[in-house]
């Protein structure tokens, strides 16, 4: 090559290899060694595809082909894609760019090359912000729907006995006179129940807040759970008639009885709305040999689809609506989740045999819990 040209290029910028319309490096600039690790002695005359990793050799050889069919100054790809061989046997990101050359009758490719491993860097940190970016998107949307949803639950879930209270007490109001004692009974009964619907609801929704800032704890105490399932059942006006109590006559577990209490209305509550009337809904506690017990409420109802037995844990998470009951505000089985968790236990639902769905919850013995705790080591799963 004479040295016009080779003065020429001196002054291009990057790093200049000189390739022949067969393929072969007809000059390499000194500067590219430190980029390849090979001399200008090693280049020369051999294949340009030598410098191309070896999966991609055969394709660059046909790239070549067409562009010496229509050559024209361009880059070469885009710099994450361009990668050089080195002797080393590592790649080497790098920024091409093509220009056709032709010298004494001879068609030359002339490629400046450019080391882009600091641009490839920043690419790579940009494409990874642009990724958390677009996760954190679409996390805040999310959590939109799940608020949006949210609020039209609850607000059906308030307006619903709230309405009842409203015309029961107009009723009342407009003809106390006319009505004898058994249907100012009736009425009054109606009332209190459609109170206690608004206490539990206004008092799921502390707790989530609660359990949220972490400002609750299980106190516990011996409590019998036979006897306090009992109670709970016989304050359950909706579907009361339905719930049946299976196991031991008494059971002492240590336990904090307002957060058991909890539980069991939200697990029966669940179970009643999910289920047809009349159909039977079973509570069992089945102590085990160590002071802990398994807490099972079992229902007939349409059961839950496999992809949502984790997710129906979560707060603000609604299974498939019953035929007969409103949707719910799927708060009530995250607070038994939580609940559970703070007696060092678990929730979770399995298929019932013959249909529906078997909620359980594991109470652990507490001093049992409290080695754990002190182990720092988990329950481990039943």
């Not at 710099?79 to 030359?108: K, W």
């Not at 949307?141 to 307006?159: G, P, Q």
């Not at 009951?325 to 399995?350: D, K």
Request: proline share 7%; aromatic share 4%; charged share 30%.
């Amino acid at each position: 090559m004479d040295i016009a040209l080779e003065s020429l290029l001196d002054v291009l910028p990057g790093s200049i290899l000189v390739v022949d319309d067969d393929g072969r490096i007809a000059f390499a600039e000194r500067s590219l060694q430190q980029l390849s690790g090979y001399t200008p002695e090693d280049l020369v005359g051999r294949h340009v595809e030598m410098l191309v990793p070896p999966d991609h050799r055969q394709a660059h050889a046909d790239h070549r082909r067409e562009y010496l069919e229509a050559p024209r100054s361009r880059p070469m790809g885009a710099p994450l894609d361009i990668l050089l061989h080195h002797r080393a046997g590592h790649d080497v990101p790098v920024e091409v760019s093509l220009s056709p050359v032709e010298a004494d009758g001879h068609r030359f490719i002339v490629a400046a090359i450019r080391g882009a491993v600091e641009r490839r860097e920043a690419l790579l940190a940009s494409r990874r912000a642009l990724d958390r970016e677009r996760a954190a998107s679409a996390k805040l949307r999310e959590a939109a729907e799940t608020k949006n949803a949210f609020i039209r639950a609850v607000s059906h879930e308030l307006r619903t006995p709230l309405t009842v209270v409203e015309g029961l007490a107009s009723t009342l109001e407009r003809r106390l006179d006319e009505l004898d004692d058994e249907q100012v009974r009736r009425f009054a009964g109606r009332l209190a129940h459609n109170a206690r619907r608004l206490d539990t609801l206004l008092s799921d929704l502390l707790d989530v807040d609660r359990l949220t800032r972490g400002v609750i704890e299980a106190i516990r105490r011996p409590v019998d759970v036979v006897l306090l399932t009992l109670e709970v059942v016989q304050r359950s006006a909706a579907g009361a008639a339905q719930i049946a109590v299976e196991g031991p006559e008494t059971l002492e577990l240590e336990v904090d009885p307002a957060q058991v209490e909890r539980i069991l209305e939200n697990l029966l509550a669940n179970a009643v709305k999910h289920t047809p009337p009349e159909t039977p809904v079973v509570v069992r506690w089945e102590p085990d040999a160590h002071g802990g017990a398994l807490l099972c409420v079992d229902d007939e109802g349409p059961g839950i689809p496999d992809e949502q037995r984790q997710t129906i844990f979560e707060p603000f998470t609604q299974g498939a609506p019953g035929t007969h009951h409103a949707p719910g505000t799927g708060v009530g089985l995250s607070l038994v989740a939580q609940f559970a968790q703070l007696h060092g236990g678990r929730a979770w639902v399995e298929h019932r045999d013959g249909g529906g769905a078997s909620f359980r919850v594991l109470f652990p013995p507490a001093d049992l819990i409290d080695i754990e705790r002190d182990a720092e080591i988990s329950v481990p799963d039943p």
